[in-house]
């Protein structure tokens, strides 16, 4: 089985904290990705890895950034969190036979910004 | 650019009927087609995808869709809903061909009734 681990269930930051939210895949594939859900919105795409060291902005990038150092490893990094940023973040990854693949995701990170 | 419509915001069975989460799409070109549930603070669980071949598959937990070319659908269906089949249901396509990640609909929360 696919397992997607994300580093923390529930996190609770403060207004202008740097937050860091950590994703591990163990399946050794290439696609990662990092979603918000939101109430209404439906899930949205912040940023995506093809491979190491590689990153392409979603829809919606603005205020944050990533980091992929590792294959089995994708950050995501609040530079300066606000109150617009509570939100579930999901990470998700995926082999790179294309558009065919099916994403597996973590269990979601709950982020509440004070 | 390729889309999904999940018309239904909430979808309300009782318990034993068959149920039914419609999806509709928009692509050019043979589409790939996928339905995720999302049970209460948990992450996307995959149930099935439709790449080609037969129009009805069949996923996990009893459920399956069926494509419907003429109607651009992707319906999600069960014969016999359980309560604990309540959950949020997520429709998606991906958006053109490659390694793109997938564009989610909004989600229909399915409740049923005991």
């Known amino acids: 089985d696919v397992k997607v681990t994300q580093s923390s269930r529930y996190l609770v930051k403060r207004t202008g904290e740097k937050v860091f939210l950590e994703c591990v895949q163990d399946?050794?594939?290439?696609?990662m990705f990092w979603y918000r859900q939101d109430p209404g919105l439906g899930l949205r795409l912040i940023y995506f890895s093809y491979d190491v060291k590689m990153k392409e902005k979603g829809d919606i990038p603005e205020g944050y950034s990533v980091s992929r150092e590792k294959k089995e490893r994708f950050s995501l990094i609040l530079e300066s969190a606000s109150t617009n940023q509570t939100s579930m973040y999901l990470c998700?990854?995926?082999?790179?036979?294309?558009?065919?693949?099916?994403?597996?995701f973590g269990p979601g990170t709950r982020l509440l910004v004070l | 650019a390729q889309s999904v419509a999940q018309p239904e915001d909430q979808v309300n069975v009782a318990e034993g009927n068959p149920l039914t989460v419609k999806c509709t799409y928009s692509v050019s070109g043979n589409p790939y087609l996928f339905w995720y549930v999302q049970y209460p603070n948990r992450g996307l669980q995959f149930l099935l995808k439709y790449i080609t071949g037969d129009n009805l598959v069949k996923g996990s937990y009893g459920f399956e869709a069926e494509f419907n070319k003429s109607q651009t659908s992707f319906h999600l269906k069960k014969p016999s809903a359980l309560v604990s089949d309540s959950a949020l249901y997520f429709c998606?396509?991906?958006?053109?061909?490659?390694?793109?990640?997938?564009?989610f609909g909004k989600g229909t929360r399915l409740s049923v009734i005991a």
């Open positions: 399946m050794d594939h290439e696609n």
């Open positions: 998606a396509v991906p958006p053109i061909s490659g390694n793109t990640p997938l564009v």
């Open positions: 998700a990854s995926r082999n790179s036979g294309g558009a065919r693949e099916t994403q597996y």
